[in-house]
């Protein structure tokens, strides 16, 4: 009995550990953002739909959460492979290069560039994670739809500027 619970103790453990990574990579990308945003951001022209700032960091913190429980549950599986986490930790380097390239170089079209390679890491996890872990692909959805919005959001401001 003592050795289960050991064993799940241990999976709490590397829950932490995939959360603290996702949220390392965040907080990354949140410190760029705080440390270069101004006084470009504000003379950028920005579209009708773009949402007040406050929302983007309970909105990434909602993102980041499931994108490291789905991980998490995709390294708990028994199926798991060193590939799916290779490519996770890769794209969470990718997430956290676009805050560089947008804030910190202001390169708007390269951003948006970014932004697309994001996307297509994500769909390529969602397709790997599918067959093993049902679940762990549907908790990439969200983040997925709010990829293609900032996408767009990108776009827009690229087209304006």
Not at 52 to 74: E, K, N, Q, R
Not at 101 to 119: C, D, E, K, N, R
Not at 121 to 140: G, Q, R, T
Request: proline residues 4%.
């Amino acid at each position: 009995m003592k050795k289960i619970n050991i064993k799940k103790s241990n999976k709490f453990v590397y829950l932490a550990l995939f959360l603290f990574l996702s949220f390392f990579m965040s907080w990354w990308g949140g410190y760029i953002t705080s440390y270069f945003k101004e006084p470009w951001y504000s003379t950028l022209i920005k579209p009708s739909f773009n949402p007040p700032d406050w929302m983007f960091a309970p909105v990434w913190i909602s993102l980041y959460l499931l994108m490291g429980y789905a991980a998490w549950l995709m390294w708990s599986s028994r199926e798991k492979t060193q590939k799916i986490l290779n490519i996770y930790f890769i794209h969470l380097i990718i997430n956290a290069s676009w805050s560089v390239t947008f804030f910190a170089f202001h390169q708007i079209l390269a951003s948006l560039i970014v932004i697309g390679l994001i996307i297509l890491f994500v769909v390529w996890l969602i397709k790997l994670y599918y067959p093993i872990n049902k679940i762990s692909a549907y908790l990439m959805v969200p983040y997925l739809f709010w990829l293609c919005f900032a996408f767009v959001l990108n776009y827009s401001i690229f087209t304006l500027n």
